[in-house]
Each structure stands twice: as C-alpha cells, then as structure tokens.
C-alpha cells in the first residue's frame, strides 16, 4: 500500500513552454502533498507544501507564479513550471501523507520523480 | 535554524554492518526519518523513529536515537549488494504540517 506515482516520469521540453508534472496517490487518500526539487548529488528541496482544496504554501524563494501547484482532489496534485528555462531543469519529486490520525499520519511517501530537461 | 547533516560517503563489503550517521540541530524535532534513493529513482522510506524513543529495530535495520546529542543512526546488518543506494536522514517538526528538512545524503558503495 501507500504507493505514490508521477507522470511524467521525463519530459524534454524547449525554452519558453510549460510542463505539467502530475502526482497520484493510488491506493490512499493524501490531505496533503509535498513537491520537492532535486539537483545532481544533492538533496531535497521542498519548494511548496500542498493542502486539497486550498492554495499551496511556497518556501521562501521559490515563485509562486513560475511553479504552479493546484491540489484538486485527494488523490492528485500537479505542479506547471511555467515558461520553463534551462536552469529550471532538474528531478522534481512529490510525496503525500494521509494526513492527521491514524499510525500512518507521520509517514511521508515518494513518488518517483519526474526528470525535466529544459533546452 | 533547522539544519541536518550526514557524511557524505560510505564504503562496505558485503557481509559486514553498514553504520550510517545523521546530526541534526532543532530540539524540537518528533519524528526521524530514514529514505533510500536508488539511483534515478524516488525515494522509498526505510524506517522512523519517534524522538522519545532510543532504538528501532525492523529486520536488518537499527536506528539508534540519542536525543541529547541530536544524534541518529541507521545500522544494516549483513550489508549487500543491493542496499548500494543514497541515504536520506531526515526530521520533522512539531506544527509543522509534516514538513521534511532532509540531510545532505551518504552514498553507501558495498564491495563485493
């Protein structure tokens, strides 16, 4: 159980364009979802804390504007990199929690991240 | 602020117990976390720890927590080929809303 997928699992796109990453919770209902960013050798960068059915909390320095993240139901959250550039490519990873209650309510699970190269 | 640190390489042969080492500076901390990150992959929990505790055992896997030294560490006993990976450490925080703050990663290479 609690597995997590993510769609696409890479995506080559060109300067300017936007790219939709999507995050499924497949055999649980995730209140919250999380998107991080990873660069080579490197950890994870959370960039924004996702709650269904309100806006997304965004870490200091990441723009709201350029990763759009909309969290439309329990069991999917997507984020748009808008007018993508080259430094914007990267490994971007999500992962989900059941949210409040429950033995599992601390147990945070990755999807298998989407690698997005920018030309 | 919160900061986690974990060395950065770690070098096994097979058989032997893999020890890997983990730091972290907010006191505050209630769950501890460890991930594995197999290479172009996401990342697969391993095992918590809830921060009144002092051990965790699940199979081949130790965590031992030192709460005054902030100070955790994941033990694999008889360490194979296939536990070659990066690992995670990572800590969450009271009120927080479940927000990860992750270490650096070590890189666990086991030899044959």
């Known amino acids: 159980g609690a597995v997590v997928s993510q769609h696409p699992s890479r995506v080559i796109c060109k300067s300017g364009t936007s790219v939709k990453i999507e995050c499924r919770s497949l055999?649980?209902?995730?209140?919250?979802m999380f998107w991080y960013r990873q660069f080579p050798k490197q950890s994870l960068m959370l960039m924004a804390t996702?709650?269904?059915?309100?806006?997304?909390?965004?870490e200091q320095g990441v723009e709201k504007d350029k990763f759009l993240i909309n969290h439309a139901s329990l069991t999917l959250s997507t984020l748009t990199v808008t007018s993508a550039h080259p430094e914007d490519s990267s490994f971007y990873i999500c992962?989900?929690?059941f949210g409040p209650g429950g033995t599992s309510e601390y147990e945070q699970y990755f999807g298998p991240g989407t690698r997005l190269t920018v030309t | 602020g919160e900061d986690v640190e974990q060395s950065l390489f770690l070098s096994v042969r097979e058989g032997d117990s893999s020890v890997i080492n983990c730091t972290y500076t907010d006191s505050s901390s209630t769950y501890l976390y460890w991930y594995k990150q197999e290479p172009g992959a996401g990342l697969q929990l391993l095992t918590y720890?809830?921060?009144?505790?002092d051990m965790k055992q699940d199979q081949r896997l130790t965590v031992l927590l030192n709460k005054k030294d902030k100070h955790l560490s994941l033990r694999i006993a008889d360490t194979q080929t296939g536990d070659s990976a990066i690992y995670f450490c990572?800590?969450?925080?009271?009120?927080?809303?479940?927000?990860?703050?992750f270490g650096q990663g070590t890189e666990l290479s086991v030899k044959p």
């Open positions: 992962s989900a929690t």
């Open positions: 055999d649980f209902q995730a209140t919250t």
């Open positions: 720890i809830f921060s009144n505790m």
């Open positions: 990572a800590e969450s925080m009271n009120n927080q809303g479940g927000k990860l703050i």
């Open positions: 996702s709650n269904e059915g309100s806006k997304a909390t965004y």
